[in-house]
């Protein structure tokens, strides 16, 4: 590999060193308490080990299943230690290209993209399960607009609903932002049946005491200064993306940052459990349905 200089891509899997210990976690994290059939729910097992993923089959009604099954690594041809590999990195604070990560896992660009679109699937539906709740603050925003730099124009500038709830210090701590990709340009924002709309998606109203930030003037700021965040780290790692999957790289950001908020605490291996808890209860997106999602930008646009 060429890329023994760049220390951020260093941090080898420290604790998932082989294939075995891959599986082994994985079947560990898919059945806590120990294998339960997924048909007739009997919990005794025997375990047939002649292929590359472990088959377990149930000791009443036979039925064979892999931990693979339902999870983001069902039907894949790669290696689990180059899944894991890939978690890791995409754990970075600004995540990794999905170019950057052909060349360290050694796959093509394509099965990187698709591997990267994968994790970022799983975000979005992890984060979507999940509904903002207590102190909620919703704004109405754009995202790709640098706001101190308000003279010049912002063509690719696309309206944002962003919701947030908040730490007793007053900081944003979960955090969703929604595309509204039919608003782009300059000045457009969501209006507040759009900021209502968001509402009544994304926020458990019966808990929650929220308050909407409707005017361009008035946003609540460290929320604002999110979307702008958002926007500096996407382009860090991704330079330019096109409208089409930018809601998924959306989630990518927002789901990073909540899986880094327990900060120093944490350490990256827990990290990477959580990431990978939430891979095992996702079912993949296929590549065609994710090639399918809009037919306005080719492949490639999207790094
Ligand atoms: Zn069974």
């Not at 025997?46 to 377990?56: G, N, S, V, Y």
């Not at 999870?71 to 894949?76: L, Y």
Request: aromatic residues 8%.
């Amino acid at each position: 590999m060429g890329d023994s200089s760049d220390t951020d891509l260093q941090i080898i899997n420290r604790f998932y060193q082989n294939e075995e210990a891959c599986i082994e976690a994985l079947i560990a994290m898919k059945w806590p308490t120990g294998f339960v059939c997924p048909r007739c729910a009997y919990p005794r097992c025997t375990r047939l080990t002649t292929r590359r993923i472990p088959l377990f089959e149930c000791g009443r009604c036979m039925h064979q299943t892999s931990p693979l099954v339902g999870t983001i690594f069902e039907r894949t041809h790669l290696s689990l230690m180059k899944w894991f590999r890939a978690l890791e990195l995409f754990l970075l604070p600004d995540g990794i290209s999905a170019m950057r990560l052909s060349q360290v896992i050694q796959v093509t660009y394509k099965t990187a993209w698709l591997m990267l679109h994968k994790i970022r699937h799983t975000l979005g539906e992890s984060d979507a399960r999940v509904l903002l709740s207590g102190d909620v603050k919703v704004n109405s925003d754009q995202y790709g607009r640098n706001p101190s730099r308000c003279q010049f124009p912002h063509p690719h500038a696309t309206a944002v609903v962003a919701g947030c709830t908040l730490t007793e210090s007053g900081e944003p701590e979960q955090v969703k932002i929604r595309l509204l990709p039919h608003k782009r340009g300059d000045g457009r924002r969501p209006n507040r049946l759009e900021l209502d709309e968001f509402i009544t998606r994304n926020v458990d109203v019966r808990t929650s005491a929220v308050q909407s930030f409707p005017l361009a003037f008035r946003l609540y700021t460290p929320l604002r200064k999110l979307v702008r965040e958002a926007w500096d780290s996407l382009k860090s790692t991704y330079v330019a993306l096109g409208s089409k999957h930018l809601q998924a790289y959306l989630n990518e950001f927002t789901g990073r940052r909540q899986l880094h908020l327990a900060g120093t605490k944490e350490t990256q291996q827990q990290r990477l459990l959580k990431l990978l808890s939430m891979c095992v209860s996702v079912t993949a997106i296929s590549y065609h349905i994710l090639i399918a999602r809009q037919l306005n930008s080719p492949l490639a646009a999207a790094a």
